[in-house]
């Protein structure tokens, strides 16, 4: 018997309290649905977009490989095929549509060369700390990495949320042939997403990548075990926000940490952290359908970081650092270019 525990791991429920979207109830809805017994069909298709897809509740369900996003997925796609799609969720779309990327017009970003490529995802695109922290960094270490991304180079995160399955398989082939013809052997990225999207995703509507995927975490730990990238000790304390999906799907929790601790900070876990991290409730209209409870969830996260009263907040997702921005969230690339030691 189901013990209905995964909902104090569900962010979206912990920050509104709506006991319809918690994972036991929302599973229960989809069977409902499917057996025809439910009327409001538009009511239905909304609580599948309340969800955000962080992956909590899997990691906290009693039955072995159960993920309750495969069957949301399907929903979606299914309010897609019949026009039900929240507001949010349908002017993202057409902006990506328009664009190519969910945020609009941008200029198209190619840099160095090697088969070590670095993708600039979206979300990074007009971060110009990011952008700067990288480019020190792959200086500093002598590392040849092809940089590429902006205009209508994206993972296709949007549409596959949206349930627009045809709009994304699109888009996979269309990353496909960016990254064969660039000829690169590994591809490092900031963003949790899009690593997600094109290692697992992909592979979901026949789009296969013949590359390896890294997260820039990784390879900064490494830089800095290896001694590529020398750095001065901090004599401050942190606190890192574990993106969902970096622990979630990913499982990388601890190579943020040593860096942190390879640069001297001293670590402040808020309460949740890690494996029980909250979501930060990302980009509107993406994952979640619904901009209020998005704000909700963002600022639940918010709450819980300030607890700690560190001296710096960081992540290691673009997308956690926009949305999470009241407590001056960084990069983890940002603190590791301000601590590298020049000559």
């Known amino acids: 018997m189901c013990a209905n525990m995964c909902k104090y791991s569900c962010p979206t429920y912990l920050a509104s309290g709506e006991e319809t979207i918690t994972p036991q109830k929302l599973a229960r809805l989809i069977l409902y649905y499917e057996k025809g017994l439910i009327e409001d069909e538009k009511g239905f298709f909304d609580v599948m977009f309340r969800c955000a897809m962080c992956g909590a509740c899997e990691l906290h369900c009693i039955y072995e490989d159960y993920d309750l996003r495969e069957f949301i997925q399907r929903e979606r796609s299914e309010a897609f095929r019949r026009g039900l799609l929240p507001e949010e969720t349908r002017r993202r779309i057409e902006t990506f549509r328009e664009s190519g990327n969910p945020y609009g017009e941008r200029q198209p970003l190619q840099k ?31 590392e040849q990495v092809h940089q590429f991304g902006g205009a209508d180079i994206c993972c296709g995160a949007p549409l596959y949320y949206a349930g627009d399955t045809e709009g994304f398989k699109k888009a996979a082939e269309k990353m496909k042939g960016e990254i064969d013809k660039r000829k690169v052997r590994k591809v490092i990225t900031n963003c949790p997403t899009c690593i997600k999207i094109m290692t697992e995703v992909y592979d979901e509507v026949g789009v296969h990548l013949d590359v390896e995927f890294a997260h820039i975490a990784d390879f900064l730990n490494a830089l800095l075990k290896e001694g590529k990238v020398e750095v001065s000790k901090a004599n ?13 799907d990913i499982g990388i929790t601890q190579a943020p940490r040593e860096v942190l601790a390879a640069l001297g900070f001293e670590i402040r876990e808020p309460v949740y952290s890690q494996e029980n991290t909250h979501c930060c409730g990302g980009l509107p209209g993406v994952r979640v359908g619904d901009c209020k409870l998005t704000e909700k969830v963002s600022s639940m996260r918010i709450h819980e970081l300030k607890e700690t009263a560190a001296d710096v907040y960081l992540s290691a997702c673009p997308t956690c650092k926009a949305i999470l921005s009241d407590v001056d969230m960084k990069d983890i690339t940002e603190l590791v270019s301000q601590r590298i030691v020049d000559g």
């Not at 990074?124 to 500093?140: C, F, G, M, P, S």
């Not at 401050?236 to 979630?248: E, F, G, K, S």
């Open 112 to 142: 160095g060369t090697g088969e070590l490529g670095y993708f600039v995802s979206c979300s990074t695109h007009n971060d110009q700390q990011v952008l700067e922290a990288i480019d020190r960094i792959v200086a500093v270490s002598k």
């Open 236 to 248: 401050a304390t942190a606190t890192y926000h574990d993106p969902c999906i970096l622990v979630n």
